[in-house]
């Protein structure tokens, strides 16, 4: 299993970025998908994840109407749209899937910064 992550950049607070995640080594298109971040001193925390034929999505509270997640199960890719970022969405983004263990991609990092 891989996953790649790239997207992360610097960016000003209420611009846009969008990080896509390549997947291989597995069956994509019958996993659930994932996005988690990790700021530092903090937990590593949920963002979004998205079921496997991409009809149900979960967000966390705090980036509820700002992100949204998806997936193209042809290609083996899930993306995160992120939108009116704020300073506090800085942090390290990761892919992840769980295939009988944890699997996770090397992250990119996102930084939100004036």
């Known amino acids: 299993v891989q996953l790649v992550e790239s997207g992360g950049a610097l960016v000003q607070p209420g611009g846009s970025l969008r990080l896509s995640c390549a997947a291989s080594?597995?069956?994509?298109?019958?996993?659930?998908m994932s996005w988690y971040r990790q700021a530092p001193g903090k937990e590593r925390e949920l963002v979004a994840e998205?079921?496997?034929?991409?009809?149900?999505?979960n967000y966390a509270d705090s980036v509820t109407g700002r992100f949204t997640i998806s997936r193209d199960n042809a290609n083996n890719m899930v993306y995160l749209q992120m939108n009116n970022l704020k300073s506090e969405d800085t942090a390290v983004y990761y892919c992840?899937?769980?295939?009988?263990?944890?699997?996770w991609g090397q992250g990119t990092q996102v930084t939100v910064s004036s």
């Open positions: 992840y899937v769980r295939r009988w263990i944890d699997y």
């Open positions: 998205i079921s496997s034929n991409g009809g149900s999505t």
């Open positions: 080594g597995f069956t994509f298109s019958t996993y659930t």
